[in-house]
């Protein structure tokens, strides 16, 4: 018996410690609102250290809202994506200096042909150290547009998810007549800032 609690005792203080579990990802998200998603989902997919994007509706009056719904303009929702990324990848800073670049956010209601309060530009914040980063981020960008930003910033309600055909919309239509005109001429501008 003594033997057997020498024998653990030792394994315990000599041995290395293994695991078989593998090292976990810390993940955060940023929600965004820069026009149609589709455009800012296709963007935001080549980042570097960006996990995921799902399209969706923010920002609105009514539970569950569909896409038509969003059409009316009348639930205040904006089109919108979160953002699900590595902070040791790419920065909350980052990922918002990029924000600018993809969409105009000097546009009130409307990004190119897209006209609503739907299509507006907006930031929904998660926190309050997301909502310094949007601000600082906002008065930064201000030197590089001769117009006003008119980016909203506010805080996050629900995220609701897009319907399912809404995901991964680029991709899997790239010929699509909105995606050879629309959101390719935003995602060459993200391959651009990228330096791809």
Known sequence: MKLTALIALFCALFLPMTSSAAPVTKTETLVLGGGCFWCTEGA??????VKSVVSGYSGGTIKNPSYKQICTGTTGHAEVIRIEYDPAEVTLERLLQLFWVVHDPTTLNAQG?????????VIFYANDAQKAAAEKAK???QAKFSDPIVTEISPLGVFYEAEEYHQDYFRKNP?????RYVVKSKVDKMKKALGQ
């Open 44 to 49: 935001y997919q080549l980042v570097p250290g």
């Open 113 to 121: 042909n897209d006209h609503g309060t739907q299509y507006r530009s």
């Open 139 to 141: 008065e930064a960008a």
């Open 175 to 179: 010929n699509e007549g909105y995606c």
